[in-house]
């Protein structure tokens, strides 16, 4: 039986204080804090622009809406040249969601309503209520400007994609003879360019007023021809002007 001599105890003392020293050492010094020191708060310098770690947003907006005259292109068969669609103002409501890629940059998907009331047809009758509404689906480009503690953030942005373009009547509309009535909704390409201003309320929540621009080509609504040229009913498209409130939280 081999037995350990004092000279490799010692020498294994000595190995195991030199690891502990150095393990010691290798803390780090305490920190001493001077008596009566007052408390300090820090604020980020970035505590107005939207979080860091917050990369994904939704919001929504509301507001007036004007719609420019359009024109009828076909109503169940030929219309006279320059048969024109007036509307009354109207409302708009937005809902988006979106995706910071940077600080500047972010892309969205955007849906809503846009809907104004009917006031006139060049020679028609209009008996009760007739809308045009637009239910648009639209991804957005957006930049804005980081403005780090200053808390309003101005943006601009733009998108593509289309639209249900809905006409509603509510009673019936009389033109050269022929009596429509009822719903109906066609596709229709849309596109729109918007800008606005961000007031950060938190790190995360925000509210702002914003201008849209949207346009569509002209919708093909079909009905039920009894006796009609044909079955469709044509507008060339819309041009919308919008002024709203919006309201987005991050997350």
Not at 35 to 50: A, C, G, K, L, R
Not at 226 to 231: E, L, M, T, V, Y
Request: glycine share 14%.
């Amino acid at each position: 039986m081999k037995k350990i001599g004092h000279s490799t105890v010692w020498a294994g003392v000595c190995a195991s204080a030199f690891c502990l020293t150095s393990a010691y050492a290798q803390q780090p010094a305490p920190v001493v804090v001077p008596p009566n020191t007052p408390n300090t708060v820090s604020t980020s310098p970035d505590q107005y622009v939207w979080s860091q770690n917050s990369k994904f947003y939704i919001g929504a907006d509301a507001g007036g809406l004007i719609t420019g005259d359009t024109r009828v292109k076909e109503f169940f068969g030929p219309v006279n040249p320059g048969t024109k669609v007036s509307l009354n103002p109207g409302a708009r409501f937005g809902f988006f969601g979106g995706y910071k890629i940077t600080d500047w940059l972010s892309v969205e998907g955007e849906t809503g309503l846009n809907i104004n009331p009917i006031n006139s047809i060049t020679g028609a009758t209009i008996d009760g209520d007739a809308r045009l509404s637009n239910v648009p689906l639209l991804g957005n480009l957006r930049l804005q400007i980081p403005h780090g503690k200053f808390p309003v953030t101005p943006y601009i942005g733009g998108g593509a994609g289309g639209a249900a373009s809905i006409i509603g009547i509510g009673h019936h509309i009389e033109l050269n003879g022929i009596d429509v009535h009822g719903s109906d909704a066609s596709w229709v390409w849309a596109w729109q360019a918007f800008a606005g201003l961000r007031y950060a309320i938190t790190d995360d929540i925000g509210v702002g007023v914003e201008y849209h621009y949207l346009a569509t080509t002209g919708p093909d609504w079909q009905a039920d021809g009894q006796g009609a040229a044909s079955d469709h009913l044509k507008f060339l498209g819309v041009q919308s002007h919008a002024v709203s409130v919006a309201f987005d939280i991050n997350f």
